[in-house]
């Protein structure tokens, strides 16, 4: 098959899902004439034109804002968030307007847009320029959000969002876009809501998702050569969550580990963990383990980013200590 | 660059009116102000839950404006949107059934008050975050000029809203991309319970227009043909592509902030002042008998039809019933 990078798979999809539905339109900071800032649109407005490729002020709020209004008025947008950082911004926005709307109005109207947040580390861009933030909106009913691990499931996952009549969460770390993997030639659609698992084994169920997924595949690697079989689980969408993938895997292996780039506290592991001890915790015959980043912001310097991050060799080291 | 706000006066003579608009301003005026009459008596009976805020004294803004509108142009309005709602055209039946909570509501008892919407006459939502409205309004207008179409979008807010971060971001937005978005600020006075004058840094909130190059245009918000006259000539420009405004009507919330409201932050006496000398839909009354466009029986028959509609409708929100609990997770997702 093909290999194409993560940023060339977005942008296919955009392609793909413009060329067949006028309708559908993209604003945010530096898209038009810089071609998104990890150049992910490029090419877009000249295919387009800016008013389908929108620059706009420097504005989340009336981005986000606007993207909602146009979207009960007919039209199907996507908002760029530049940072998913900047979604603090826009708050209101999207947890009280984008997300409620068709809840709060008995059905009567449908919000049917994606909001694209470029998040996670990369190139030490500190406190407010590398955060994970995906466990915050899985708190949010009314919300789908998914964030895709590598290139086929970015560009599936992007077309079957901007189909999706709900309005879509889709993170994409900053530090997947020139990752190169296989995308078939032919269209495709990645399930919303459906996990995948990447890679079987016996012992232990490795659940992940985004950028820290692949580290997940290394660190399995790593411990096959200690004779510890695991079964990586990419979630691929955090809400509406899969946990028959999960409690099917655990049925399985028996043990449970998560891992994830955002803080361990309060993360998309936390609430995996209290589905599992719930609903699955007779299949366990081991605590779960939970990765995740240590409760600080975002730090600058390079030993500090360094000790912050999730590692693949953070993540083998957790799984040997359940053994 | 636009010059400064324009005060602009009603019209010196009305006889120039279909009796039929004249009615029409007659009969929305006062169903608004039957509506929620009943509204705030049932509140206070213990029948209708939640918050509600009452629009009383208000009535010519909103009566004024949405005669200019028509079912494809599009309203965002506020926690106190019932008076835009009715002037918009929304069935009073499934308005009043909303408000009790009930599952024949617009939203099937979902949304309460606060969160009153009827797509089908491009009434977009109540919006129960103050300042909430401004900018889905500029996204639907944007989606009108995208799509080419001559439809507008409306954005009611309050003095208090207007000093919202969100009103400079999406007036910001509506200018630079000359979107049909008129901006709406019903000045009543009073930001919940504080005098508007003490927390706003101009006296006439469209003195911000200049800063955005919109027109701004002041009007006394209880004068039905001012506001309606002002209204039109943006409106007309709007149509042709000449993008945002800012219209301010000066008004005065006649009841409390919420019905239940102690008041203690204004003396009887000058809510009685206003109630006495300038109600917008007594003023219209003395203007049209006195110019003699409408007679006295005329004026009484469409109050008669008025009470009719509103009692059934009130007769429907009663009779019907509440959600049932298997309906909680529904619409959740489409």
Redesign the interface.
Known sequence: MREITFSQATLEAMQEEMSRDSNVFIMGEDIARQGGIFGQFKGLPDQFGSDRVKDTPITETAILGACVGAALAGMRPIADMHFADFMGVCMDEIYNQMAKIHYMFGGQKTVPMVLRAPDGLINQAAAQHSQSIESWFMHVPGLKVVIPSNPADAKGLLKSAIRDDNPVVYFEHKSLFRMSGPVPEEEFFTPIGKAKVVKEGKDVTLVSYSLCFNHCLQAAEMLEKDGISVECVDLRTISPIDKETILESIAKTSRLAIAHEAVKQGGVGAEISAIVAEEGIDYLDAPITRVGAPFTPVPFAKPLEQAYRVTPEKIANAIKGMF | MCAKPVRKKGPSSIKKYDKELLEHFYETMVKIRYFETNIEKKFLAGEIPGFVHLYIGEEATGTGIMSNLTKND?I?TTHRGHGHTIAKGADLKKMMAEIFGKKT???????GSM?I???SVGM??A???VG?G???????????K??GRKDI?VVFFGDGASNR??FH??A??AS?WDLPVLFVCENNQWASTTPYLTTTSVEDIADRAQGYDMPGVIVDGNDVFAVYEATKQLVEKMRNGEGPALLECKTYRIKGHFVGDPEKYRTKEEVQKVSDENDPIVRFEQRVLEEKVMDRKELDEIKDRVVKEVDEAIKFATESPEPDPSELY?????
């Open positions: 599009y965002e509501g617009f939203c099937k008892g979902k949304g969160h919407a009827d797509f977009l939502g919006n129960g975050i909430g401004y900018t889905l309004a500029t996204g639907a207008g944007l989606a009108c995208m799509l979008s971060g969100t971001e999406a910001n937005m630079a529904q619409d959740l997702y489409v």
